[in-house]
Structures are given as structure tokens and as C-alpha cells.
């Protein structure tokens, strides 16, 4: 006699997210390497203690580039890699001559997301000083 089995299939769980644990809007940008090259784009609106998928499925690439701003106080997240940023939404192709071809530079913090699958990263403030913001990346179990 045959047996019918029921389970609970789990899609698997694979992306770039970003989780903004503070209480302000944060609008975020990303970079990354593409097989036709260096490319920036944002900006993603994430609330305050709530978390937004930047990218949907496996990672491609190791290194990822964030870049984050509050809001309301103004503060930044920030790193050394200069991209390109614009004011409104954008996907920029290339790193160099950002004001020369009307966008801005802003310094992005690398992630190295070794061959993780996935990876989360997480905004918080250091300390309640007005630029004073951390930030932590790991990879989603």
C-alpha cells in the first residue's frame, strides 16, 4: 500500500538585504561589479526597524558596496570606494567622472560576501551623535 507524504517545501532563501535598525527613514545605495562593469544604483527607502531586499536571488558577485543615508538627522553610512550617486533614482554603469557626467561621488563600504549565497546587512546607530552610525554585515542562516 502506497503512503501519501505531506511536507512544508522552504524556498530557498537567497538575496542581498538591508535592515535599518533605527527609527529613521534611510535611503540606501549599492554597488557591485557586473560583467560589463563597475555599477551603482539606489536609492531603496528602508523604515526605521524594518529591513528591504536589495537584490533577489544568489549573490553573483563577492564584494558589495553600500552606501546609506538618514533621512531625518542627516547622518551617513559611508566607507572609502567612491561611486557615483545621483538625487533620484538611479543605476549608473562605471565609477569615474562622476561630476564631469552629472551625478556625485559618495564613499561606499565594501562587503566581502566570500561565497555566500546571501548577506544581510544591518544600519544602527553608534552612538547619538549626529554622523555617528554603524555598520555590520553577516550572512542570513
Known amino acids: 500500500m502506497a503512503g501519501l507524504f505531506l511536507y512544508d517545501a522552504v ?13 529613521n527613514l534611510v ?18 527607502h528602508v523604515e526605521g526597524s524594518s529591513c528591504k531586499t536589495l537584490i533577489e536571488g544568489s549573490l553573483q ?3 558589495y558596496y553600500l552606501y546609506a543615508e538618514d533621512a531625518t538627522r542627516g547622518g551617513r553610512w559611508e566607507g572609502p570606494i567612491q561611486m557615483c550617486v545621483a538625487d533620484k533614482e538611479f543605476k549608473i ?6 561630476f ?7 564613499g561606499f563600504q565594501e562587503y566581502d560576501t566570500g561565497q555566500q549565497e546571501n548577506w544581510m546587512v ?16 553577516a550572512s542570513n542562516p
Open 100 to 106: 564631469a557626467r552629472g551625478f556625485e561621488r559618495a
Open 93 to 98: 554603469a562605471g565609477v569615474n567622472d562622476c
Open 11 to 23: 524556498p530557498a532563501y537567497a538575496d542581498f538585504r538591508v535592515c535599518n535598525a533605527t527609527q
Open 61 to 63: 558577485s563577492r564584494y
Open 27 to 44: 535611503g540606501v545605495a549599492i554597488g557591485y561589479r557586473a560583467r560589463s562593469g563597475w555599477i551603482s544604483e539606489g536609492w531603496w
Open 122 to 137: 544591518q544600519l544602527t546607530d553608534s552612538s547619538p551623535a549626529k554622523d555617528a552610525a554603524a555598520f555590520s554585515g
